[in-house]
């Protein structure tokens, strides 16, 4: 079909006098299609009157269209069963040009940010090869919306302590911090609510404020609104991770971020510029991080086992042995783990991720070979002995059949001896071993009903019925 500039270009020649002959020999067409043309004396192009083939059958097609669960296969075969005349792919034309079972087409939209409003912050699991061992783990990522500069992390786990890791370490990159920080509605930062309407934990909320931005979330299905962040991730699983094997965690986001600092650098086609030109620009845009950015950390409060270690994330650290029985603080970072006695007693371990269930032990903490462990009595049995001597042996008695820990139960019983009245303690602790009792908390319950017998009796008055 000739075109609505050759049909005009027909009709200009043969208005200056030139010859159908040459109008074709120029235009390189027919004589018959000139004849056409000049025939109709009309630049516009024809429309063509065509009967549709399926038209006859089209409520047939919306009823099977229903049946048939949206499948037109299924449809132009029950229809050729029966009887009707017609190809599946007249089929399929018919019903893309009625909008039969076809989805409406939306034109793609374009968010545009101006320089340090936004950066966008999303996770991605991944299988990562780390010290011989297969491992799944999250990636976080986190891209500049108008410069399209790129962080990313991958660590084992994701959590809150690992996002407020991850935040920290990429706004230190930046070397500032954006207006806002898009998320998906993630639980490790959203309290309730999606959207516009998300509420962020109260603690993610502090942490955000210390750092001079805020969360913000897109709807859910909305995947398109955090399309600068949802796109890398295809990238670092088919050429960052592509072959690579790492030492340990510490290596493999070493090399991450080596990797972006050399993508960050390369011209990209998608926005037709280098991401570290542009973030030349957005730098001047952040806002100043906080002269001092405290560190990252997670409290846990344990009880050191009797062998002599404290187990955090199912990793178990040695403590000196004295410390067995004792509450100590531990204090996770993200590459120590502090376990604190008191003020003057701390062990620093460095943090272990995985293994799981493995044991780090310091040389400090076990004796050499051969001398075993010396022990001390415990400290609290030596005082009770002291003050009491008349019960050492149900102390003795308590050490082997208490249900409670050796160190413990002697700490409760030296808190009694030390709260109560000596008499009446001492006369609960002689019923409690003639029976066999070494439940403390019943001991105690012993101790205050004599209390309440022998120490608060009303004087005796005579009554005076005139007073």
């Given amino acids: 079909m000739l075109s609505q500039a050759q049909r005009t270009a027909i ?48 409520q047939q097609i919306l009823d099977l269209l229903t049946s048939c669960k949206g499948n037109l296969v299924r449809v132009h075969e029950e229809l050729t ?10 089929l399929t034309a018919f019903c893309r040009r009625q909008g039969i079972g076809q989805t ?30 297969k491992h ?40 500032g911090a954006p207006e806002r920080v898009m998320i998906d509605n993630t639980h490790v930062v959203v309290l309730r609510g999606t959207g516009r309407e998300m509420i962020p934990v109260p603690e993610m909320e502090a942490f955000a404020d210390r750092l001079g931005f805020h969360f913000v979330a897109h709807k859910i299905g909305d995947a398109n609104r955090s399309a600068r962040v949802e796109r890398p991730f295809s990238f670092i699983e088919n050429n960052f991770l592509a072959g690579r ?34 973030f030349a620009v957005e730098r001047m845009h952040l806002k100043p991080l906080p002269a001092w950015i405290p560190e990252v950390y997670r409290l846990h409060q344990r009880t050191v086992d009797m062998e002599g270690y404290v187990s955090v994330n199912s990793i178990r650290y040695s403590v000196p042995v004295a410390w067995i029985g004792r509450r100590v603080e531990v204090r996770e970072t993200r590459d120590k783990v502090e376990i604190e006695l008191d003020a003057r007693h701390i062990v620093a371990h460095v943090r272990a991720v995985t293994p799981q269930h493995q ?17 001390d009595k415990y400290p609290e049995e030596q005082a009770i002995l002291h003050a009491a001597p008349e019960i050492a042996g149900y102390v003795a008695a ?5 249900r409670k820990v050796v160190v ?27 029976y066999g009792l070494y439940d403390l908390d019943r001991l105690e319950r012993m101790i205050l009903r004599r209390i309440a017998r022998d120490y608060f009796l009303l004087a005796e008055t005579e009554f005076d019925p005139h007073d």
């Avoid at 308590?398 to 208490?402: D, I, N, T, Y």
């Fill in 11 to 58: 009709l200009e020649l043969s208005a200056k006098g030139v010859s159908k002959r040459e109008i074709a020999h120029v235009l390189r067409m027919s004589r018959l299609s000139v004849r056409k043309v000049l025939r109709s004396n009309s630049s516009n192009l024809p429309e063509i009157q065509r009967a549709e083939k399926a038209e006859p059958y089209r």
């Fill in 81 to 90: 069963a029966g009887g009707a005349a017609l190809s599946y792919p007249a």
């Fill in 104 to 133: 409406p087409v939306v034109p793609a939209g374009q968010y545009h940010f101006e320089p340090g409003v936004e950066l966008q912050h999303d996770t991605s699991p991944h299988a990562v090869e780390v010290d011989g061992r």
């Fill in 136 to 175: 799944k783990a999250q990636t976080a990522s986190a891209v500049l919306c108008y410069s399209h500069m790129l962080f990313f992390q991958i660590n084992p786990t994701f959590q809150r302590f690992d996002c407020k890791v991850f935040l920290t370490d990429a706004l230190r990159h930046i070397g």
């Fill in 245 to 278: 094997a790492f030492t340990s965690w510490d290596d493999l986001n070493n090399q991450a971020r080596q990797w972006c600092d050399r993508v960050n650098s390369t011209y990209k086609k998608h926005i037709r510029a280098v991401p570290s030109e542009l």
């Fill in 359 to 375: 044991r780090v032990t310091l040389p400090e903490h076990r004796p050499p070979r051969g001398e075993g462990v010396k022990r």
């Fill in 398 to 402: 308590l050490k082997q059949k208490g």
């Fill in 408 to 434: 413990l139960a002697l700490r409760q019983l030296w808190r009694l001896l030390k709260e109560y009245p000596r008499e009446p303690f001492l006369a609960a602790v002689g019923e409690a071993a003639q």
